[in-house]
């Protein structure tokens, strides 16, 4: 008989699997376990789920008794009905087509494979496992959700009312007609009722709050305040008390907005501080002394490390200097009394003070961060806030909507907002005008955005490679203002090529007060957690000017780690998108599992924020509900801790298909539009027979 060294490798499996096949087969009743090759292998340990059930790597780990399968998830939310919904004749998106033969655009979403995460548990970075790689070999000929919907569908709010009321009827002022006789709108107040879409509720949020609602007749809750002959009621003893007090600040007077249109505003700070550039400007006032605009030594280090070219302003710009400034004989005379702002220059050590240590930082968020649902995360105990970001040439051009993404809440106790630009005197005049025309705590300069649109121009994430011009902007930004300037960053543009360190050092120097950085690249995304390690050593190297550290903070363990690295303070992000109430389970040291009731009504909450700030009539109805289904976007992957296997959830885990403890909670872990739709109705309504919506991203919604 052969030693037992000689046997051939296929008879020594043979060997090893036999006592497994005939204890299974001797013992009555019990299960043969067999693996996705045909072979038989041992039973699952204790404690883990059975072949089928398991969950793949990237997934958040969910009691198996909440567990389901895709179909019937969906199947379940068809065959409940909830008695709270008022929903029409929308489709959910089972069907590819509507009662009007159309196609339904939220059907086409179909499931993208497993997004490839590099997940680090145990210090470790974690892999796919070898089913999921094989899955996204066979869907290789089917593209990938993923990107922004650039393309997607957005119809004009304006447009869901085919009659509309002129805005002279609807302040009951009719003898005076905005547009007199070349007026297209109804004048009719009789006529337009007749067509107008039926109310949605008794009572106004702002009427109720303020004791008059401006949008009168239009109003989709107008049967709260209106009179005799549609005329509208007001609550006078209510009207006085919020007299002088504004509950919205920093709008965009028409008196400034035509001035900005027609360029007839003076930016004499900024014009003296292009001009040490080597920058003349039309219209310039010299003189006064300004900040030292030369490169710093740093900053020339790390662009010739980059392979930039460095050349000294003072070489570069001297005989443009020469003649830029006149003498000092012949400046300006003034007469009269005059304020020492307009002759001494203030120190950095004079501005005003930014103390956030500690403070819970909400990150300023695009599309989902507005002023409704800053409210919403104040309320919950967020301690500072800051506005989406705005671009600084559109400011500068008067654009309305870019100007609202600076409006700030009377409960925003510390504002700031946020610019983006690419060049020193852009960013300069922005930062000189906002100066003059808002009221913020601190200016933030965004330099880690990291889309295509923003950086191509050499925005964003791409100041990190452009030294010079980075550190132009912030040292012309910290002459002008008045308050506090602070920096957002990220590691570096490159995966693996780390800036920040090289950077930070350069920052105080500079004129920065705080400095905030995420602890990701520009290419590496999201798919990779925050290098909260990185963060450890740039706090070191920016002391003692602050460092704020952010990146994969949704508990208030993750708040803690972070803090343990010597950060001053954390900001927030998806973490506040996903659960808006993570303010309050850092500042009480616990984990809040929170009912579908009691998010039902912060939804609420929501929905009578967006109305008291976007209006009540129709257009601001649609505007609420479009926010409303961008932020449902996000909420939607929180799963309640009532359902994890442990605590806390993962930021970067996705949700696997679950049946809550109830309808409502069921409901809101869907990701597919048409759910999301039911849930605005449930709150707003039913949505416009032409209501179509597509989240921002590509892989946030699929049925």
């Given at each position: 008989?052969?030693?037992?060294?000689?046997?051939?490798?296929?008879?020594?499996?043979?060997?090893?699997?036999?006592?497994?096949?005939?204890?299974?087969?001797?013992?009555?009743?019990?299960?043969?376990?067999?693996?996705?090759?045909?072979?038989?292998?041992?039973?699952p340990?204790?404690?883990?789920?059975?072949?089928?059930?398991?969950?793949?790597?990237?997934?958040?780990?969910?009691?198996?008794?909440?567990?389901t399968?895709?179909?019937?998830?969906?199947?379940?939310?068809?065959?409940e009905?909830?008695?709270?919904?008022?929903?029409g004749?929308?489709?959910?998106?089972?069907?590819?087509?509507?009662?009007?033969?159309?196609?339904?655009i939220?059907?086409?979403?179909?499931?993208?494979?497993?997004?490839?995460?590099?997940?680090?548990?145990?210090?470790?970075?974690?892999?796919?496992?070898?089913?999921?790689?094989e899955?996204?070999?066979?869907?290789?000929?089917r593209?990938?959700?993923?990107?922004q919907?650039?393309?997607?569908?957005?119809?004009?709010?304006?447009?869901?009312?085919?009659?509309?009321?002129?805005?002279?009827?609807?302040?009951?002022?009719?003898?005076?007609?905005?547009?007199?006789?070349?007026?297209?709108?109804?004048?009719?107040?009789?006529?337009?009722?007749?067509?107008?879409?039926p109310?949605?509720?008794?009572?106004?949020?702002?009427?109720?709050?303020?004791?008059?609602?401006?949008?009168?007749?239009?109003?989709r809750?107008?049967?709260?305040?209106?009179?005799?002959?549609?005329?509208?009621?007001v609550?006078?003893?209510?009207?006085?008390?919020?007299?002088?007090?504004?509950?919205?600040?920093?709008?965009?007077?028409?008196?400034?907005?035509?001035?900005?249109r027609?360029?007839?505003?003076?930016?004499?700070k900024?014009?003296?501080?292009?001009?040490?550039?080597g920058?003349?400007?039309?219209g310039?006032?010299?003189?006064?002394?300004?900040?030292?605009?030369?490169?710093?030594?740093?900053?020339?280090?790390?662009?010739?490390e980059?392979?930039?070219?460095?050349?000294?302003?003072?070489?570069?710009?001297?005989?443009?200097?020469?003649?830029?400034?006149?003498?000092?004989?012949?400046?300006?005379?003034t007469?009269?009394?005059?304020?020492?702002?307009?002759?001494v220059?203030?120190?950095?050590?004079e501005?005003?003070?930014?103390?956030?240590?500690?403070?819970?930082?909400?990150?300023?968020?695009?599309?989902?961060?507005?002023?409704?649902?800053?409210?919403?995360?104040?309320?919950?105990?967020?301690?500072?806030?800051?506005?989406?970001?705005?671009?600084?040439?559109?400011?500068?051009?008067?654009?309305?909507?870019?100007?609202?993404?600076?409006?700030?809440?009377?409960?925003?106790?510390?504002?700031?907002?946020?610019?983006?630009?690419?060049?020193?005197?852009t960013m300069?005049?922005?930062?000189?005008?906002?100066?003059?025309?808002?009221?913020?705590?601190?200016?933030?300069?965004?330099?880690?955005?990291?889309?295509?649109l923003?950086?191509?121009?050499?925005?964003?994430?791409?100041?990190?490679?452009?030294?010079?011009?980075?550190?132009?902007?912030?040292r012309?930004?910290?002459?002008?203002?008045?308050?506090?300037l602070?920096?957002?960053?990220?590691?570096?543009?490159?995966?693996?090529?780390?800036?920040?360190?090289?950077?930070?050092?350069?920052?105080?120097?500079?004129?920065?007060?705080?400095?905030?950085?995420?602890?990701?690249?520009?290419?590496?995304?999201?798919?990779?957690?925050?290098?909260?390690?990185?963060?450890?050593?740039?706090?070191?190297?920016?002391?003692?000017?602050?460092?704020?550290?952010?990146?994969?903070?949704?508990?208030?363990?993750?708040?803690?780690?972070?803090?343990?690295?010597g950060?001053s303070?954390?900001m927030?992000?998806?973490?506040?998108?996903?659960?808006?109430?993570?303010?309050?389970?850092?500042?009480?040291?616990?984990?809040?599992?929170?009912?579908?009731?009691?998010?039902?009504?912060?939804?609420?909450?929501?929905?009578?924020?967006?109305?008291?700030?976007?209006?009540?009539d129709?257009?601001?109805v649609?505007?609420?509900?479009?926010?409303?289904?961008?932020?449902?976007?996000?909420?939607?992957?929180?799963?309640?801790?009532?359902?994890?296997?442990?605590?806390?959830?993962?930021?970067n885990?996705?949700?696997?298909?679950?049946?809550?403890r109830?309808?409502?909670?069921?409901?809101?872990?869907?990701?597919?539009?048409?759910d999301?739709?039911?849930?605005?109705?449930?709150?707003?309504?039913?949505?416009?027979?032409?209501?179509?919506?597509?989240?921002?991203?590509?892989?946030?919604?699929?049925?």
């Amino acid at each position: 008989m052969r030693p037992a060294e000689d046997i051939y490798p296929a008879h020594r499996v043979f060997l090893l699997l036999l006592p497994v096949v005939l204890s299974s087969r001797l013992v009555p009743g019990q299960p043969a376990w067999r693996d996705c090759g045909g072979g038989v292998s041992a039973p699952p340990p204790p404690g883990r789920k059975p072949p089928g059930m398991e969950v793949p790597t990237g997934v958040a780990p969910i009691r198996t008794q909440y567990l389901t399968t895709k179909e019937e998830f969906h199947a379940h939310l068809e065959k409940e009905d909830d008695p709270r919904s008022n929903k029409g004749d929308i489709d959910n998106g089972g069907g590819d087509e509507d009662d009007d033969g159309k196609k339904d655009i939220n059907s086409d979403l179909m499931e993208p494979p497993s997004k490839l995460q590099k997940l680090e548990e145990d210090g470790k970075e974690g892999s796919l496992p070898e089913e999921a790689v094989e899955e996204l070999k066979k869907s290789s000929g089917r593209k990938r959700a993923r990107g922004q919907n650039k393309n997607r569908p957005c119809m004009n709010p304006m447009h869901y009312e085919k009659h509309r009321l002129c805005p002279s009827i609807i302040q009951e002022r009719a003898e005076k007609c905005f547009f007199g006789s070349q007026c297209r709108f109804l004048h009719d107040v009789k006529e337009y009722m007749a067509t107008k879409l039926p109310d949605l509720g008794d009572s106004c949020v702002l009427f109720k709050n303020f004791g008059r609602c401006m949008y009168g007749v239009t109003c989709r809750f107008s049967g709260a305040h209106l009179g005799k002959d549609y005329r509208n009621v007001v609550n006078v003893d209510l009207l006085k008390q919020w007299e002088g007090k504004p509950v919205v600040r920093n709008s965009l007077s028409k008196e400034l907005q035509q001035q900005l249109r027609k360029k007839k505003v003076a930016f004499e700070k900024s014009h003296q501080y292009l001009r040490c550039l080597g920058k003349p400007s039309r219209g310039a006032v010299g003189g006064n002394d300004v900040a030292n605009c030369s490169l710093s030594k740093g900053s020339a280090e790390v662009a010739r490390e980059e392979g930039l070219e460095v050349v000294s302003v003072s070489e570069r710009e001297e005989s443009a200097l020469e003649g830029a400034c006149p003498p000092a004989d012949l400046a300006v005379k003034t007469a009269g009394a005059i304020t020492d702002e307009d002759i001494v220059k203030l120190r950095p050590c004079e501005k005003k003070k930014l103390d956030l240590q500690g403070k819970l930082y909400l990150a300023p968020l695009t599309t989902c961060g507005n002023l409704p649902f800053r409210r919403i995360c104040k309320r919950f105990g967020a301690d500072v806030t800051c506005g989406e970001m705005a671009v600084c040439t559109n400011l500068l051009q008067g654009q309305s909507s870019e100007w609202a993404l600076l409006k700030r809440h009377y409960t925003e106790d510390l504002f700031g907002v946020q610019l983006e630009g690419a060049f020193p005197d852009t960013m300069t005049k922005c930062a000189e005008l906002l100066n003059q025309a808002i009221e913020v705590d601190f200016v933030d300069i965004n330099v880690g955005c990291p889309i295509d649109l923003v950086y191509k121009k050499g925005g964003g994430c791409a100041l990190m490679s452009r030294t010079n011009k980075f550190e132009q902007i912030v040292r012309g930004m910290s002459t002008v203002l008045d308050v506090p300037l602070t920096v957002k960053i990220r590691t570096g543009v490159q995966e693996k090529v780390n800036l920040a360190h090289k950077i930070i050092p350069n920052l105080r120097e500079w004129g920065a007060s705080l400095v905030t950085l995420h602890g990701r690249s520009r290419e590496q995304r999201y798919t990779k957690g925050a290098d909260w390690e990185y963060i450890a050593e740039c706090a070191k190297l920016a002391s003692p000017m602050p460092l704020f550290g952010n990146g994969d903070i949704l508990s208030y363990e993750d708040a803690n780690r972070a803090m343990q690295t010597g950060v001053s303070g954390i900001m927030i992000a998806r973490g506040a998108l996903i659960k808006p109430w993570i303010f309050t389970e850092i500042k009480e040291q616990r984990h809040w599992d929170i009912s579908s009731s009691e998010r039902l009504d912060l939804l609420k909450d929501f929905t009578s924020y967006g109305l008291e700030h976007w209006g009540s009539d129709t257009q601001g109805v649609e505007k609420t509900r479009k926010f409303l289904l961008e932020w449902l976007s996000f909420l939607c992957r929180y799963i309640p801790a009532g359902l994890l296997e442990r605590l806390p959830q993962r930021i970067n885990e996705r949700p696997p298909y679950y049946l809550g403890r109830d309808y409502l909670e069921t409901l809101m872990a869907s990701q597919n539009v048409g759910d999301w739709i039911k849930i605005s109705e449930m709150l707003l309504g039913p949505v416009p027979a032409s209501f179509t919506f597509l989240p921002k991203h590509k892989a946030n919604s699929y049925k």
